[in-house]
């Protein structure tokens, strides 16, 4: 049987283009004792692939050139030689860019329940970006019903999960999203207000809609958005970083942050989320997630990309802002 | 009876110069009811003084042109129409350059014991810098044993003391200060180690001091001495930001901070340390102070120059680093 996988061809300078990938097919080896095969029916487009694509350890070590590319990715076990994860199951976990995955189970695979929720699910809301705005909203921001929580990146899947939850506590949501179609979708998801970057001056659109400052800054994109939203914190204000998607492509050349000082003035707090150090809490995340979402007080946004031969179109998205919540790739 | 004023004639761009201010010489006025006349005796040279100097608001509003430049002192009330502050008693507070002070001491005047300490220490260990030193390390860094804790400005009053208290504390302290004499002193007093910034290179220094990172960092510098620190925290650091002096000359173009994400990275935290925040519990800070020095577990070193009239050149000395310990005008 073939498999259609997408190789680390060469490392990029800048945005990751077509040419640093390679799309191979080979033949799927015989499994060893121990070993199961998936098929992989969704694969998840993260930001954190473009940083795996540099060479060098960062908190994992990058992805080699010729090897098969990072991705986390949901699929069934359609063939078995372990008995923890028998043919029939479906499993999630950073499985790579192809179409069939071998995998030993030791590497943080995890049986999903395929009758609970969508199998795109585990890889959206109740995978590592609902963990990651569920954890850092809560345990990092501790929103107080009445706060203003201001969200960058929020027409992606952790922007707008964030934002859910935090309305759910009862706070006023203010997100930062590109262009219109983010912005219908963000109000009618019931965002308090949307600020268009692309279109609008963020610092005066703040002075405006947030005139007593804002109480938690959750921020997915840094740079400039970062440093002027850090001038518009409230007393008491808690910045927590999730990540940083306008300077992923050139991480030689960050944008340095001018006004970290404003945290000091504002008596506010700089903190990141790393979803992983919530492991042992993840089913307390993956229940409340569940829960608001058959209640129907969250929505699960997605972004679907037919076919695998469109991996790097897809990434690419992440770092235009085309997409809209979360993106995956259906095999 | 003639005062000796220092002027706030014109806003410097950059370091403050002699040509920015004027000493004037002028009649006392008869005091009114309410008010009584402070004879200076120590003016406290801080860096917060360059950022009064320029123009608007921050946390409290800059120096008007043609008045008196804000600066603590401390003295002895010569005459006086205020029962509450009778001729005789020591006071200390936001009494100005000058040789004389009138006050109705509503504006943050308090009486000190100048029995109980040197006249001079009201300024330093047991004013602003040590009340900033003790409540920024112990509240805001929450110190451990046997943890690594990192100061810059280390040859300063306040840099000088959180090292002191950190020791007192169990910890390893490590000093970032310019020059050998600075590290005579830091190492005298019990610092383990000391960088010195402008003959070392600090990122490869960190690296053999401190191979296990740095678990609290207390900044007095800003700019590039904590871009580079950044890339040192230990798992859980804590980033307390107390003043950014190296900036402070030109507020219009602030070194950005690239290293941000080694916050999120290290599961670290970045906040302030605001000693008006603490003024509720400044006994217990003093008292703790008070207890160290007598006991001879810290030492308060003082700088002291002669005379009102080098009031711009002691100024200056806290941005080319000449200081060593508390910066005070002797009178």
Known sequence: MQNTQVILKSRPVGMAETHNFEWQSAEIPALQVGQFLVKNEYISIDPAIRGWMNAGTTYIPGIELGAVVRAFAVGEVIESKNSDFPAGV?????????????????????????QAAPLSAYLGILGMPGMTAYFGLLD??????????????????????????????????????????????????????????????????????CPEGVHIFFD??????????????????????????SQYNDMTNIYGIKNYMKILTARGSLSGIIVFDYLTRYPEGKQALSQWLQNGQIQNQEHLI??????????????????????????
């Open 220 to 245: 997915n994109v840094g740079g400039q958005i970062l440093d002027t939203a850090l001038l518009h914190l409230a007393r008491g204000a808690r910045v927590v970083i999730c990540g940083a998607i």
């Open 140 to 209: 990092k921001g501790q929103p107080q019903a009445g706060e203003t929580v201001l969200i960058s990146g929020a027409g992606g899947i952790i922007g707008s999960l964030v934002g859910q939850i935090a309305k759910i506590k009862g706070c006023r949501v203010v997100g930062i999203a590109g262009g219109d179609k983010k912005r219908d979708f963000l109000l009618k998801i019931g965002f308090d207000a949307v600020i268009d970057y692309k279109n609008e001056d963020l610092h005066s659109r703040l002075q405006e809609i």
């Open 306 to 331: 037919q076919g695998i031969e469109q991996f790097s179109q897809a990434l690419k998205m992440l770092f235009t802002g085309e997409n809209l919540g979360k993106l995956l790739i259906k095999i």
């Open 90 to 114: 479906f499993v999630e976990g950073l499985l790579g860019a192809q179409a069939y995955a071998i995998s030993n189970g030791q590497t943080g695979i995890h049986i999903v329940d395929a």
